[in-house]
């Protein structure tokens, strides 16, 4: 079994990766709670909101960490 090595990965890498993942998991739920509830404009809000966190979590990382 190899184990991965993430001596590269910064603090800040770490925290912006997590926090983002945290937004994208919290609005993709919420959206799929809200498209349950038959509530779908407020659905396909939250579903929009995880797909703009997603390109924000890209940009970030294009721009200060690559």
Same mark, same amino acid.
């Given at each position: ?15 912006? +990766? !997590?926090?983002?993942? #945290?937004?994208?998991? @919290? =609005?993709?739920? *919420?959206? %799929? ?10 659905? +396909? !809000?939250?579903?929009? #909101?995880?797909?703009? @966190? =997603?390109?924000? *979590?890209? %940009? ?7």
């Amino acid at each position: 079994m190899d184990l991965v090595n993430v001596e590269d990965v910064s603090p800040a890498l770490f925290v912006t +990766g !997590i926090v983002f993942i #945290l937004m994208i998991g @919290s =609005f993709l739920s *919420l959206g %799929v709670l809200r498209f349950f509830q038959l509530k779908k404009r407020q659905g +396909g !809000i939250y579903m929009g #909101l995880s797909v703009l @966190s =997603f390109v924000g *979590l890209l %940009v970030a990382v294009e721009a200060w960490f690559v």
